[in-house]
Structure formats: structure tokens, C-alpha cells
């Protein structure tokens, strides 16, 4: 079965940090870009961080930018997203979702596979 | 940064009836392969976004054939021919072509009437 299952979230305080991880299986995980998107509690979807297929391109939303780190384990089929300094408006579900693919050229079939989402709360 | 707009932010429909939802872009979406790179994504209540439509008129896997997008450059539509009980939920716009990654439109939350 085609999947992402993230994991990591929980409550921090503000300044604090947070390692959330995506997990891949059913695919070739090296060939496809993987994104983290984000979602405020009542609110709507914010692209947070990409990472292209073998990890040489790395994009920031402005909002994260400098706190927010984004890494990738081919060899473990996993995407990284390293949160630090931490603020109240980092709370949310964060998902992450498979993008377009590399087989000899770029192919985008949209964000088909999305996780469950992990959920982050930054509260003192 | 592309800013996506959705309008309307509310649509209650009848079962059996159409919709229509709007997506305007502030920069062009068309890429120089060709393609418009314009999705569109709905999330039901207390899932997961799933995806719909990519590239502006593509039918993802299992996508019942009564959903439907067109456009292009900076203006799109995503149609439901017939409304049913297990299309609400908000659905996104949302553009993949430039960083910052992925700007999605507000959202439009389809309920029945």
C-alpha cells in the first residue's frame, strides 16, 4: 500500500523544538518530492517546506524560514522537518504529501498521497 | 509570492444540483511545458486533503467523473455536474509552480442544503 505516515508532534513550549518525521512505503520513495504543508486550528492550508527527489533543492515558506529545517533519508524512505525556536503560530496539523516524480524527466501528477497528519501545539 | 483567490468561501447546494468554484491567480500558471500548474484538493471533514484535479483538468484515481476543471494563466473553475451528500467539505486551489512551496487558495466549504 502506497502511504506516508507522519509522526513527532506533541506539545512544546514556545523556543522549544520539534523533530517531525514522514514516513514513506509503497513507492520508490527516492524519485518523488515530498512537501510539508501545515493547517492552524480552523483554518486553511499553508505550504510550510519541499524538498526535491534527492534532496538538492529545499524551499521555505518566508514564515518559517531560519527555524525550520528540511532533510531527507533516501535509504530509510523518510522526510525530515526539524522545527526550532518555536512559536504559538507553528500550532497545527502538520501533513506531509508526495509531489512530482523524476524518471529521467519531471513528471507532476499532483499531491497525490498525503499522511494522517501529526498534530503541534506550541503553548506555555 | 502567487496569491490564489477562491471564490465563493461559501457554496450550499442542493443534492442533484451543480457547482461551481473559482480560482483566480495573481501570476500565470502556465509553464513553459505546456501545462497549467493548477490543482485542486478536498478535504473532508476530519481528513486528510485529498486530491481532485491536477493540472487545471486531470482526474486523480477514483475521482467520480461529475467533478471537472478547466482554465488557464491565471483564471480556473472546478465544476461538480451534480452535487452529492459525499462531496462536502472545503476544497483548496492551489499552485505548485513557484516557491515559496505551494500557495493554496482560502478554501471553499461546500455544505447541503
Known amino acids: 500500500e502506497v502511504q506516508l505516515v507522519e509522526s513527532g508532534g506533541g506539545l512544546v513550549q514556545p523556543g522549544g523544538s520539534l523533530r517531525l518525521s514522514c514516513a514513506a512505503s509503497g513507492f520508490l520513495f527516492a524519485t518523488y518530492e515530498i512537501n510539508w504543508i501545515r493547517q492552524a486550528p480552523g483554518k486553511g492550508l499553508e505550504g510550510v517546506s519541499y524538498?526535491?527527489?534527492?534532496?538538492?533543492?529545499?524551499h521555505y515558506a518566508d514564515s518559517v524560514k531560519g527555524r525550520f529545517t528540511i532533510s531527507r533519508d533516501n535509504a530509510k524512505n523518510s522526510v525530515y522537518l526539524q522545527m526550532n525556536s518555536l512559536r504559538a503560530e507553528d500550532t497545527g496539523v502538520y501533513y506531509c504529501?508526495?509531489?512530482?516524480?523524476?524518471?529521467?524527466?519531471?513528471?507532476?501528477?499532483?499531491?497525490?498521497?498525503w499522511g494522517q497528519g501529526t498534530t503541534v501545539t506550541v503553548s506555555s | 509570492d502567487i496569491v490564489m483567490t477562491q471564490s465563493p468561501l461559501s457554496l450550499p447546494v442542493t443534492p442533484g444540483e451543480p457547482a461551481s468554484i473559482s480560482c483566480r491567480s495573481s501570476q500565470s500558471l502556465l509553464h513553459s511545458d505546456g501545462y497549467n500548474y493548477l490543482d485542486w484538493y478536498l478535504q473532508k471533514p476530519g481528513q486528510s486533503p485529498q486530491l481532485l484535479i491536477y493540472l487545471t483538468s486531470n482526474r486523480a484515481s477514483g475521482v467520480p467523473d461529475r467533478f471537472s476543471g478547466s482554465g488557464s494563466g491565471t483564471d480556473f473553475t472546478l465544476k461538480i455536474s451534480r452535487v452529492e451528500a459525499e462531496d462536502v467539505g472545503v476544497y483548496y486551489c492551489?499552485?505548485?509552480?513557484?516557491?515559496?512551496?505551494?500557495?493554496f487558495g482560502q478554501g471553499t466549504r461546500l455544505e447541503i442544503k
Open positions: 524538498i526535491s527527489s534527492h534532496g538538492a533543492n529545499i
Open positions: 492551489m499552485q505548485p509552480l513557484q516557491s515559496p512551496p505551494l500557495t
Open positions: 504529501a508526495r509531489g512530482g516524480k523524476w524518471v529521467g524527466s519531471y513528471q507532476y501528477f499532483g499531491m497525490d498521497v
